[in-house]
């Protein structure tokens, strides 16, 4: 059985499936509760019960006072929902109110997309997990001091298996590092952040359009994932210039795309083959007549989203509605 939980003063509701954590449900409907450990050592995921039971899911080191327990107060990630619930509790609601956060984690999977990219998954501690928000980056430091600021390629939901995308360029030593046999599975790396404020405008449903150049898939399919994880956003509109051409026959990002295709009515995918800017705004008005009542996410090397974002301006899109992701060409 699942029970709805409500949280104050957001407002935010998620369910919680079986025995598991309220903090575990909270993470993967992908809000933002305060939690530090997330094993019962530090308290920061303390919340307080207004209605409805809970159970203990295991014992916890932080002491709550007896103060604390007639108030209601419980760990988040010591305590499942028995019936539904009203619980107050701290939540980021926007990028500041995340902590800076240092986490040593490993590398969990290498995969070779294309010749000169490759996937990385990154994982993170059962006892330390990356608060973050969709879209945003982290810095990824190796064993040797080698480091590259990268956008975060997956949602806040499995924020224990982070996806990155690391492009081969020449002068990268961090990349030639991954791409050659010195760094394998199981090597540890060092996560510093979150850091940006490329991140989705929880605040309304409008139909959101995604575009994306190259390597900008990375922050746009982590915004992507997280919109539908919250299902708040009315549709979305993904418009890709991928490096191969055909966003759809590339490897792994195309296995993804046709997956949200197939599983999703409201997601609309249109490859962008070489377009001038003029071409994409041409493209974006017949597909979307009134622009201005959408919400606009560009992510891609600057010279592309920054005339970009100055046609749709003269479209008259409001400036609050464009979030830009500057990455590097």
Not at 92 to 116: C, F, Y
Not at 296 to 313: D, K, Q
């Amino acid at each position: 059985m699942a029970a709805n939980v409500k949280i104050i003063p957001s407002g935010h509701e998620f369910f919680v499936e079986g025995t598991e954590s309220i903090l575990d449900a909270s993470v993967r409907a992908g809000l933002n509760l305060a939690y530090g450990c997330s094993s019962g050592n530090c308290g920061v995921c303390k919340a307080r019960v207004i209605s409805g039971e809970v159970s203990k899911t295991r014992d916890h080191d932080y002491p709550l006072s007896n103060r604390e327990r007639q108030m209601g107060y419980i760990l988040a990630c010591s305590s499942t929902a028995v019936t539904d619930l009203v619980l107050e509790a701290a939540e980021a609601l926007s990028v500041d109110d995340l902590p800076r956060q240092e986490i040593r984690a490993t590398v969990g999977k290498k995969e070779l997309l294309e010749p000169d990219l490759l996937g990385l998954q990154i994982q993170t501690p059962h006892t330390q997990t990356l608060r973050f928000m969709a879209g945003q980056r982290t810095l990824l430091r190796l064993e040797d001091g080698t480091a590259a600021e990268l956008p975060i390629a997956s949602c806040p939901c499995d924020a224990r298996n982070l996806q990155f995308l690391v492009r081969r360029r020449p002068g990268n030593p961090f990349a030639e590092a991954l791409f050659g046999e010195g760094v394998q599975p199981g090597h540890l790396v060092t996560l510093e952040g979150p850091i940006g404020r490329f991140v989705l405008d929880e605040s309304s449903p409008e139909p959101a359009v995604f575009i994306a150049f190259g390597d900008g898939i990375a922050p746009v399919r982590g915004l992507i994932e997280h919109g539908v994880s919250i299902d708040l956003i009315e549709s979305f509109h993904l418009y890709w210039r991928a490096p191969g051409g055909d966003p759809l026959a590339s490897q792994n990002q195309g296995r993804w795309c046709r997956a949200m295709k197939d599983a999703l009515d409201n997601f609309f995918v249109t490859p962008l083959l070489d377009p001038s800017t003029e071409d994409i705004l041409a493209l974006v008005v017949a597909d979307h007549p009134e622009p201005a009542s959408r919400r606009f996410y560009l992510a891609g090397p600057t010279a592309r989203i920054e005339p970009l974002a100055a046609g749709l301006r003269d479209l008259g899109v409001p400036e609050g509605h464009l979030s830009l992701e500057a990455l590097e060409d």
